[in-house]
């Protein structure tokens, strides 16, 4: 189990820093002794599935999500199963990273964070941000008789390549398809767990804190003694307090 004073420091050090770097600074959670440029170099689907199991950890399987249809503005609530999820995960495909058809070979490797630091503006459109990211990750194209550049790629094997590159990292980008009960829209949502881990930490952190205030006040408890009571038993002095 995580210590709850563990959890505390880096909601506190993930508070100042960039939305794009939070995944890394949630995973030193499940990392402590890594350094965060080494977690940065992760493939985002590798990245993505230790965030997974630590959401387990700190909040259990079961998220429960909610967002509005862009159609109709219905609110929509569902949950999703990090199990279902890590399934997939499963399905990574090891080993060389390149395609070859029609005379070119064209060699590239997995998205990781550091692209995502470039790309600081996530795209919400799956198409738009994918030939962002693919061309940041192409490493070299050799073409039937020369080096090609990336822009005279013809189209088919860029979207090949897109292809590729999801089925070797299948967790690096997950799409919840989603039904709006209300109007029968029917749309794609990206599935991103560091913001859900995120969220989930900042309002324990502020529930705790409210604690620790309530037990200063009535008590005259430090932090570091309101840390060390296990919250099942501050529930109960909670109840005796009155909170
Ligand atoms: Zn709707």
Redesign the pocket.
Known sequence: MMKQGQLLDVWERTLRIAPSVRPIALLSLAFPETDADKLAKLSLGTRDAHLLRLRQTLFGDSITCLTG?P??S?ELEFAVSVDDLLQQASEMVAGDHHIADSGYRVQFRTPDSTDLFVLSRFETNPNEYQEQIVSRCIIDIQGPNESVETKDLPKYLLDQLTEEMQRRDPLAMIWLDLG?P??G?AWQSLFDIAEIIWIELDRWAQMLLHEVHLFARAYGWTERDVLQVSPARRAYYLGMIGA
């Open positions: 249809c159609a109709c219905g709006c209300q109007c829209h």
